[in-house]
């Protein structure tokens, strides 16, 4: 006998679809948080603050702009500070810089680079949003392009 238990392969199998699974749940719902929570964060802070109804003023706008670049920044560096404990626990050995790599150091290609948890809900985050912006414009924002 080899050791294996029949059934470990597709225990194992089992084990990284449901894994694969909550990440991708997991990565969606971030995504959302961060890409349609800040800007409704921000409307709703400047409801309080403007308290009237009707148009927005400058200063509200400016508040509310200023405000969700500000948590995107912010949102920014706690993912890189995240991305860089996650990367650093990971790696033996010094990090070498990638100007002091040889040219003979073999590069991810195109499937073998996976990216981590923190980068994929950055990234659905944007398609997330470019998108839904895109059908906002053309579809709910009333006559957007000259005509």
């Avoid at 912006?133 to 392009?145: K, S």
Wanted: with cysteine; charged share 15%.
């Amino acid at each position: 006998m080899t050791g294996a238990r029949p059934g470990t392969a597709a225990l194992h199998r089992l084990r990284a679809a449901v894994a694969g699974i909550g990440s991708t749940i997991l990565t969606v719902v971030g995504a959302i948080a961060i890409g349609a929570g800040v800007p409704v964060f921000w409307l709703f802070v400047a409801a309080q603050v403007y308290g009237k109804p009707g148009a927005v003023t400058g200063p509200v706008a400016l508040l509310i702009g200023t405000g969700i670049v500000l948590s995107y920044w912010g949102l920014l560096l706690a993912g890189a500070w995240v991305r860089g404990r996650m990367i650093a626990s990971r790696e033996r050995g010094p990090r070498r810089a990638s100007w002091n790599r040889s040219m003979r150091d073999a590069r991810p290609g195109p499937g073998r680079g996976r990216t981590d948890p923190v980068e994929r809900v950055f990234i659905v985050a944007t398609a997330l949003c470019l998108i839904g912006f895109g059908v906002w414009f053309f579809a709910f924002a009333g006559a957007p392009v000259p005509g």
